[in-house]
């Protein structure tokens, strides 16, 4: 535990300096990105990144992603390809993590890749997070600040309820703009969709030219540590309902009668940006949930993956 419990630190050029600071000395801060708010640490360091899986009590084969400032600074990890240039030039920064292979002497944590010859990489486009990477000039691997298999943190106080204690300080800059984890593509192979996420197939396989395999959770060559349930609330939550039944909350896209809208006006880029704080609000009334339909196109696939694994049989 920390001693004086978690810090939060402004995201001005004080409060980045010293989130710049704490990394440097091995310790954990909660840094807002565009997707969620990620928990980070120096990826170089082996003892931060094992801090990180303690403090989120995550499985440890799952392998994290390595945050970095630029499109060159990824290239000093990984091996580049004409894929990842295409990619990274239309998406970076932003919501988008390329899984590529490692370059020697990368220098990363093998507990960041879970000892696989991979390394995923983003740079955000979040000016407090871009600040940050900047200022600390190195890779830090951060995945959900949230404890592992619970929902996504797009805020500061999201982060605080499920980690307080646990790190050294979060860094607040409110709400995050997009609400999803990045879209994360495989490019040592043939170009896969390893998890869909804040920026649309659609988009990403209008760039490439081609249309990417999928390989999605329960497949073997998915994204490891994709556990089927995940941003679970901790009452049941119903899929495709169409009204609420018994004690249930309704949780609503477009024009519905319900008791939280993800989206009235049935605006899916909004829907996201709502999604994981609806569930956080919905959990506290300490009620069964139920969703009403939402489209599976653009980031609706994204948004429809979530409730999925939010609604699938708890691993424990
Ligand atoms: O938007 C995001 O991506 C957020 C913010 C904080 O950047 N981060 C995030 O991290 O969602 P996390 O740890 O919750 O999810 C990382 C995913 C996991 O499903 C993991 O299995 C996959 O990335 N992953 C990491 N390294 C990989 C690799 N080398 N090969 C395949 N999948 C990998
Ligand atoms: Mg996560």
Not at 41 to 46: F, S, V
Request: hydrophobic share 45%; net charge negative.
């Amino acid at each position: 535990m920390i001693p004086n419990g978690t810090l939060t630190l402004s995201a001005d050029p004080a409060g980045i300096a010293l989130a710049a600071d704490l990394l440097r000395q091995g310790l954990l801060v909660a840094i807002p990105t565009e997707t969620v708010y990620g928990l980070g640490g120096d990826a170089r360091n082996g003892e931060a990144v094992a801090n990180i899986y303690a403090a989120k009590g995550r499985p440890s084969f799952n392998p994290l992603i390595a945050h970095v400032a630029s499109t060159e600074a990824a290239r000093r990890f990984v091996t580049w390809s004409d894929n990842a240039e295409a990619l990274a030039a239309a998406f970076w920064p932003g919501p988008l993590t390329l899984v590529l292979p490692l370059r020697p002497d990368h220098g990363i944590s093998s507990l960041v890749t879970a000892g696989l010859e991979t390394l995923a990489v983003r740079v955000p486009a979040h000016p407090a997070a871009r600040a940050l990477l900047s200022e600390f000039d190195g890779p830090v691997a951060a995945p959900s600040a949230n404890p592992s298999g619970q929902i996504s943190p797009t805020t500061a106080a999201h982060v605080l309820s499920g980690l307080n204690g646990r790190i050294a300080a979060v860094l607040d800059d409110g709400p995050c703009g997009v609400g999803l984890e990045s879209t994360i593509v495989g490019l040592s192979g043939e170009p896969a969709l390893l998890r869909p996420g804040g920026v649309a197939l659609e988009q990403i396989e209008a760039v490439l030219g081609t249309q990417l395999h999928h390989h999605l959770p329960g497949d073997a060559l998915s994204a490891p540590g994709q556990l089927q349930s995940h941003y679970a609330p901790d009452a049941p939550v119903r899929l495709d309902a169409s009204t609420a039944q018994g004690d249930e909350v309704l949780l609503g896209f477009g024009p519905v009668d319900c008791d939280l809208n993800l989206s009235a006006k049935g605006d899916l880029s909004e829907a996201a940006a709502n999604l994981f704080a609806a569930l956080h609000s919905l959990n506290d009334t300490g009620r069964p949930i139920a969703v009403t339909p939402i489209p599976d196109h653009g980031l609706g696939a994204a948004i429809n993956d979530r409730l999925r694994r939010a609604a699938a049989p708890r691993n424990s």
